[in-house]
């Protein structure tokens, strides 16, 4: 019964290769999140989508593309993975911008990426 | 711009003792507040929340914060500390009138409980 989970948890590459995690959300919600936390713990947005559309694409390299087959899911591919790309990624979910609220945003269980 | 402070990267306080745990924010406009809390090798739990309707919130585990809009303050307090409250805490700004409804989280603040 998890509400946003994440896959893999543990993710370790070489420089170079081409990895996808994903991310799927079972409240029904319409708007989903990709965050990156550095080493420092430091927490940035990355995308934004709202119904399958992107609203949020941050400073991110184009080697990051998020896809999102349908609103449970936001999985996010990462090609050409750099020594920088270190981090855990967390993937968020909140209720529709029509629906009002506070933006309460349920988050997943994070995907530590090492690139070796 | 919205943005936000957390006022100490590190805390650290006994086990029985207050915890307050400081966040000042930055916004233009009326904002939503959050706590929310990191253990380690967790993921994020929210705490608690702020969306205009009473200053005083209180969230789970004994956690509460105050708004205090004069001060753009949102401090987290807790009246007693448990060795179990020892984690990372980030206090987070969302605008409400926004399409974006990105969250901005502040730089975090490592809780440490001692015995």
């Known amino acids: 019964d998890t509400a946003v989970s994440q896959t893999p948890k543990y993710l370790v590459t070489q420089m170079g290769n081409d990895k996808s995690i994903k991310c799927e959300q079972n409240?029904?919600?319409?708007?989903m999140y990709w965050y990156k936390q550095d080493s420092k713990k430091f927490l940035k947005i990355m995308f934004s989508?709202?119904?399958?559309?992107?609203?949020i694409n941050e400073t991110v390299p184009n080697r990051f593309s998020p896809k999102s087959p349908d609103k449970a899911h936001l999985n996010l591919h990462i090609n050409s993975l750099e020594l920088g790309d270190s981090a855990v990624y967390f993937c968020?979910?909140?209720?529709?911008?029509?629906?009002?609220?506070?933006?309460?945003?349920?988050f997943g269980p994070g995907t530590r990426l090492t690139v070796l | 711009a919205q943005s936000v402070t957390q006022l100490d990267s590190h805390v650290s306080v006994s086990e029985g003792t207050p915890v307050l745990l400081r966040c000042n924010y930055s916004?233009?406009?009326?904002?939503?507040l959050f706590w929310y809390v990191q253990h380690p090798n967790k993921g994020l739990q929210l705490l608690l929340k702020y969306t205009s309707a009473a200053t005083l919130v209180k969230g789970i585990n004994g956690f509460e914060a105050e708004f205090k809009k004069s001060e753009t303050s949102f401090h987290l307090t807790k009246p007693s500390a448990h060795m179990s409250d020892a984690a990372e805490y980030f206090c987070v700004v969302s605008l409400l009138h926004t399409g974006s409804r990105a969250l901005t989280f502040g730089s975090g603040t490592r809780l440490q409980v001692q015995p």
């Open positions: 989508y709202n119904n399958k559309e992107l609203i």
């Open positions: 409240l029904g919600h319409d708007t």
């Open positions: 968020a979910s909140s209720p529709s911008w029509a629906a009002g609220g506070s933006n309460e945003q349920f």
């Open positions: 916004s233009s406009y009326s904002p939503s």
